[in-house]
T-cell receptor, first 112, second 113 residues
Framework: KNQVEQSPQSLIILEGKNCTLQCNYTVSPFSNLRWYKQDTGRGPVSLTIMTFSENTKSNGRYTATLDADTKQSSLHITASQLSDSASYICVVPKNRDDKIIFGKGTRLHILP | DAGVTQSPTHLIKTRGQQVTLRCSPKSGHDTVSWYQQALGQGPQFIFQYYEEEERQRGNFPDRFSGHQFPNYSSELNVNALLLGDSALYLC????????????FGAGTRLSVL
């Protein structure tokens, strides 16, 4: 069964600290993996997109990693800011049939 | 360059009513996908439109239908509304379905009373 599972479900950290969010997937065949940031009540906004051959991709303070062998990805946020408070969703399209599998997201709260 | 726009932003309906939500894709995009996102959950794929036809469909009943117009804009129609249809409805557009990055609209918040 094609699934995307994220952990933790929610996370609270202090401003300035680093954190890492996890995504495990069983989607096959694999096309790419995407991380989105979704502010409350808004549509998701793309952070990174990684193909099979990419291990690491950065977007400012956001760094995503991908291990295609273990089917795991992580999103590392460095020096967190209050504006990082949002849900972070891992998304894995299923190659060749256009279905896109969303994780349930990790709700991140940054405290001042 | 306008991104994905959705209307209305909020909507309140009662059980049994019908609703139409609208989406204009990002300029240059020809593929539109619709998602339902319940509170605290990830988006669930409803269907995708390309060249005015439904290409893919998720596990949603026939009460959910859609349309894509020649200008690539799209509508999502839901008939016989149920309380469980209350959710944020997201529209996403892309140029190449499945492999291209999707750009999401801000969504329409539907409340069914």
């Amino acid at each position: 069964k094609n699934q995307v599972e994220q952990s933790p479900q929610s996370l609270i950290i202090l401003e300035g600290k680093n954190c890492t969010l996890q995504c495990n997937y069983t989607v096959s065949p694999f096309s790419n993996l995407r991380w989105y940031k979704q502010d409350t009540g808004r549509g998701p906004v793309s952070l990174t997109i990684m193909t099979f051959s990419e291990n690491t991709k950065s977007n400012g303070r956001y760094t995503a990693t991908l291990d295609a062998d273990t089917k795991q990805s992580s999103l590392h946020i460095t020096a967190s800011q209050l504006s990082d408070s949002a849900s972070y969703i891992c998304v894995v399209p299923k190659n060749r049939d256009d279905k896109i599998i969303f994780g349930k997201g990790t709700r991140l709260h940054i405290l001042p | 360059d306008a991104g994905v726009t959705q209307s209305p932003t909020h909507l309140i309906k009662t059980r049994g009513q019908q609703v139409t939500l609208r989406c204009s894709p990002k300029s240059g995009h020809d593929t539109v996908s619709w998602y339902q996102q319940a509170l605290g959950q990830g988006p669930q794929f409803i269907f995708q439109y390309y060249e005015e036809e439904e290409r893919q469909r998720g596990n949603f009943p026939d009460r959910f239908s859609g349309h894509q117009f020649p200008n690539y804009s799209s509508e999502l129609n839901v008939n016989a509304l149920l309380l469980g249809d209350s959710a944020l409805y997201l529209c996403a557009s892309s140029l190449v379905a499945g492999t291209d990055i999707q750009y999401f609209g801000a969504g329409t918040r539907l409340s069914v009373l």
